[in-house]
T-cell receptor
Framework: AQSVTQLDSHVSVSEGTPVLLRCNYS??????LFWYVQHPNKGLQLLLK??????LVKGINGFEAEFKKSETSFHLTKPSAHMSDAAEYFC??????????FGAGTRLTVKP | DTEVTQTPKHLVMGMTNKKSLKCEQH?????MYWYKQKAKKPPELMFV???????INESVPSRFSPECPNSSLLNLHLHALQPEDSALYLC???????????????FGPGTRLTVL
């Protein structure tokens, strides 16, 4: 069975400081992993995805994530937060494209 | 172009009304999806269409009726809804119809539905 756990429901950072959003997964197979961002009253936008190529994945807007099989983790990071990064972030694990398992989401707040 | 469009953006309907949500993509994707998202929750899968055929129905009540008239268009017909059906309804599409873990779903902006 596959599942995904986002370890923090809410993360608050100051503008210009690093961002770390944590995600752990459980999968019986080699997973594909995604991070999506959702701004208020908007749809989901793909930030990045891991599909068994390079373990360090770079995405849009300066975000990146590292796949660590030994830790079953896929944490999302950004060196310097911007006010525009304030949003809800979802970690997703999938074995096939019809079976996407969403984490509960992490709300990122960026303080001026 | 990775755009999925949805209309209307907002919809308010009574419990006896019949309305439809529309989703469109022109990326040549062969799989399309409907999700329901309640406030502060992740999206929940409702339906999956592969090659214009319904392939997954996640035990959704019959007051929600999906339709895929062609490979670019997906509708969700609504009838006799309940107030608890109020939510953001998201449409998504992906390139490959059969199971592939590397496939990416692209989401539309959603329709905010309020049932009075």
């Amino acid at each position: 069975a596959q599942s995904v756990t986002q370890l923090d429901s809410h993360v608050s950072v100051s503008e210009g400081t690093p961002v770390l959003l944590r995600c752990n997964y459980s999968s019986s197979y080699s997973p594909s992993l995604f991070w999506y961002v959702q701004h208020p009253n908007k749809g989901l936008q793909l930030l990045l995805k891991y599909t068994s190529a390079a373990t360090l994945v770079k995405g849009i807007n300066g975000f990146e994530a590292e796949f660590k099989k030994s830790e079953t983790s896929f944490h999302l990071t950004k060196p310097s937060a911007h006010m525009s990064d304030a949003a809800e972030y979802f970690c997703v694990v999938t074995y096939n494209n019809n079976d996407m398992r969403f984490g509960a989401g992490t709300r990122l707040t960026v303080k001026p | 172009d990775t755009e999925v469009t949805q209309t209307p953006k907002h919809l308010v309907m009574g419990m006896t009304n019949k309305k439809s949500l529309k989703c469109e993509q022109h990326m040549g994707h062969r799989a399309m999806y409907w999700y329901k998202q309640k406030a502060k929750k992740p999206p929940e899968l409702m339906f999956v269409y592969s090659y214009e055929k319904l392939s997954i129905n996640e035990s959704v009540p019959s007051r929600f009726s999906p339709e895929c008239p062609n490979s670019s268009l997906l509708n969700l017909h609504l009838h006799a809804l309940q107030p608890e059906d109020s939510a953001l309804y998201l449409c998504a599409s992906s390139q490959l119809a059969s199971g592939s873990s590397t496939d990416t779903q692209y989401f539309g902006p959603g329709t905010r539905l309020t049932v009075l």
